[in-house]
């Protein structure tokens, strides 16, 4: 992928690979991410299936099953891995906003 093999992903990425932390098919993926986000996030029917596959072409997902034509995915070893890079990419910088926004950092 273009973002150097997924260094750091944008946010409907992330969801995605969140939701995807237990089995799901892609439009209750979408539900999913609308529900968990307040409706804050919501991915298009097109960029969800151009991202799951691109994520399954990068071995980040794979189809564990289908069912009435509709295809469930979860996170390989490798996707979980980006997952938690990503995750820990964030809290980092949440904790260096924090520091400078709440008067902690020197300047």
């Given at each position: 992928?273009?973002?150097?093999?997924?260094?750091?992903?944008?946010?409907?990425?992330?969801?995605?690979?969140?939701?995807?932390?237990?089995?799901?098919?892609?439009?209750?993926?979408?539900?999913?991410?609308?529900?968990?986000?307040?409706?804050?996030?919501?991915?298009?029917?097109?960029?969800?299936?151009?991202?799951?596959?691109?994520?399954?072409?990068?071995?980040?997902?794979?189809?564990?099953?289908?069912?009435?034509?509709r295809k469930i995915y979860t996170l390989t070893?490798?996707?979980?891995?980006v997952l938690r890079n990503e995750h820990k990419?964030?809290?980092?910088?949440?904790?260096?906003?924090?520091?400078?926004?709440?008067?902690?950092?020197?300047?």
């Open positions: 992928m273009a973002r150097e093999q997924l260094k750091t992903l944008t946010e409907q990425m992330y969801y995605i690979l969140l939701i995807l932390t237990e089995h799901h098919h892609g439009y209750g993926i979408m539900q999913e991410v609308d529900s968990r986000t307040e409706g804050r996030v919501r991915i298009g029917a097109g960029t969800l299936y151009n991202l799951l596959s691109r994520f399954e072409e990068e071995d980040i997902i794979v189809q564990v099953s289908e069912e009435d034509r070893d490798k996707g979980l891995n990419r964030l809290k980092q910088l949440v904790s260096d906003g924090n520091k400078i926004l709440e008067g902690g950092a020197p300047k």
